[in-house]
């Protein structure tokens, strides 16, 4: 788990934050074969997740996105790949969307129609943005809310392994204890926030890096041990 940090998290451009990005997609990659707990700034994972999509699909990658909390913005998206040089109207013909509007719409797509359709189309990316979204139905049973959601996420454990794919999630905070649900079914986490006019980034393994938010400024790493 994250340690807890008082640092403010405050509004910054597009432009800016496309460029830490792309630096961090180049650094910091879901792994194959683990599922990856981005936290941190909402809009900032938000963010990240649109950047690790353009990233994929732009060199050519398929990329499997379940959408449960509308994340999804496809005018983002296609900014990010002309930043990448890539073509949109090409790149996104690598990118798979499927989205989720309750629980149990998400669970028959994580447990049993997300594996069918990587095997279809070729491993890829799969990315949960805000995961817990669709669990947090306030007509729905709390405790089948929790029971499905930690079924999906020994489902992406297991699907993460199987066919040793990327797997990156996020949670909706709205509910800390669905989010600690999401958390604890991940391998491993990545915390994103800003700090002093740079995006923080707290890594797996412990490394660490501040990322500059404009071109030509120097981005500083620290890679401690733990």
């Known amino acids: ?39 941190g700034d909402a809009d900032l994972v ?20 379940v959408d449960g909390g509308n994340v999804l913005d496809p005018h983002r998206l296609s900014r990010m790949m002309r930043r990448q040089g890539g073509n949109p109207r090409l790149a996104l013909e690598w990118v798979h969307v499927s989205r989720a509007f309750t629980a149990h719409q998400m669970s028959t797509i994580v447990e049993e129609r997300l594996e069918t359709v990587i095997r ?4 890829g990316m799969v990315l949960l943005p805000r995961l817990s979204s669709p ?12 029971h ?35 958390r604890d079914g991940c391998d491993e986490e990545m915390l994103l926030c800003t700090d002093g006019g740079a995006l923080r980034v707290d890594a797996p393994d412990g490394r660490e890096a501040l990322l500059p938010l404009a071109p ?11």
């Not at 938000?46 to 996105?65: E, I, T």
């Not at 279809?120 to 491993?123: K, L, T």
């Not at 030509?216 to 733990?226: D, K, M």
């Open 46 to 65: 938000d963010m990240l997740v649109h950047s690790l999509c353009s990233r994929a699909s732009v060199r050519g990658a398929p990329v499997y996105w």
């Open 120 to 123: 279809e189309n070729g491993r």
């Open 148 to 182: 499905l959601l930690r079924s999906s996420m020994r489902c992406l454990q297991g699907l993460s392994r199987s066919l040793q794919v990327p797997v990156a999630v996020s949670a909706y905070s709205g509910r800390g204890r669905m989010q600690r649900i999401v």
């Open 135 to 146: 669990y947090l139905d306030e007509d729905m049973d709390r405790s089948e809310a929790q």
């Open 1 to 39: 788990m994250f340690a807890s940090r008082d640092r403010r998290c405050v509004p910054l451009q597009d432009s800016g934050l496309m460029h830490a990005m792309g630096m961090l997609d180049d650094i910091f990659l879901p792994r194959h074969g683990k599922v990856t707990f981005l936290g």
């Open 216 to 226: 030509g400024q120097t981005s500083l790493f620290s890679l401690p041990g733990r």
